[in-house]
């Protein structure tokens, strides 16, 4: 089956294409390029000219439609939501990576990107693609709308303990950070050599557009509206997220039952591996793969729950879930195409 690729020379388009190559039913189709299009694929990412040998088209909705049957738009805020539209008036399956379609309020998106929304209509269509929780939901999707990187490794950590119903809800305080292509391969400041190496940066403080989308996710799971504190740092390495989440627990639990009840909540859930009583993960154990690793400890001092959940920002993070997703639209198995191994050391 034929995947159209949106934003073709960017940090998800390729991540797309690496997963794609070794999917077992899909394969490359359009690969779509605002900036590039003409162009041979191989001028922005020659180590790929032996697989990728097509130009780089421009968008034209008809010609998308009539030679591919998926379209994963890896594109950012505020061009998805314009592109979204006219691809799914043609009956095409939409997987947007970016927060277009994440947030089911306008005024949220309003506040939080500072842009126009995108039409409720499809706003309301949009099946918000966190895999491991609402695969009845994405199965039946049209368009499915990827989860941001930050709130997969966050939601991920917390929502079996909130399941568990011993969790003090308002005390919740996640501390994330980020490698530097969790902001695009656009040329920013934030991501230049020496604004970055050997230094390590929180930002957004208290105004990242990720909060509403990790509050949105809790409060539908826990029937509760939950606030969190979440501050992101950006941290010199190229890949991975870790989020070392702090809440009070409102039980006296051991850490080993803790870890039971996260092994029960992921029970066949094959991209989130708890680890046993004593270890952490860390961001390498888990590169160039979708896997989400979450580590556990309670501190019997405080009462308070330490979680420590790492992705890889591009595979679990982006272009990993969001082919999981496709995997569960299409009813494949959902591992197709994400057996990697993560890449150590
Ligand atoms: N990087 C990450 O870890 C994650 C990213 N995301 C989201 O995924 C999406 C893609 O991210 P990423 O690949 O990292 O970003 P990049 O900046 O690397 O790539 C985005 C690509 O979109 C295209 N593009 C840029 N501006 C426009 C425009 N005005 N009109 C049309 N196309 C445009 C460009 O490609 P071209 O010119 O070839 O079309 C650009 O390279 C974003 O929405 C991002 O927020 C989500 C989770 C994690
Ligand atoms: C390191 C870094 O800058 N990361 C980005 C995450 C980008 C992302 O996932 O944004 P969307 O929600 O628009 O998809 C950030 O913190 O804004």
Known sequence: MKAAII??????AIELIRLINQHPYLEVGSVVSNSQAGNNFSDSYPHLSEIMEHPLEKFDVDNIAANNEVVFLATPSGVSSNLVPQLMETGIKCIDLSGDFRLRSTEQYETWYKRTPADNKYINQAVYGLSEIYPEHIKNATLIANPGCYPTAATLGLLPILNGNIADQESIIIDAKSGVSGAGRGLSLTAHYAEINENLKAYKLGAHQHIPEIEQVLSDESGSQIAVTFTTHLVPMTRGIMCSTYLKLTETISTKEVVELY?????NKPFVRIRPEGTVPATKEVLGS?????????????????IISVIDN???????????????????????GLNQLPMYP
Request: net charge neutral.
């Open 7 to 12: 934003g073709g020379t960017g940090y998800g």
């Open 263 to 267: 092994n029960e909540f992921y029970k």
């Open 290 to 306: 979708n896997y989400c690793d979450i580590g556990l400890h309670v501190d019997q001092r405080t009462n308070r729950l330490t």
């Open 314 to 336: 591009l595979v679990k993070g982006a272009a990993g879930q969001a082919i999981q997703n496709a995997n569960i639209i299409f009813g494949w198995d959902e591992r197709s």
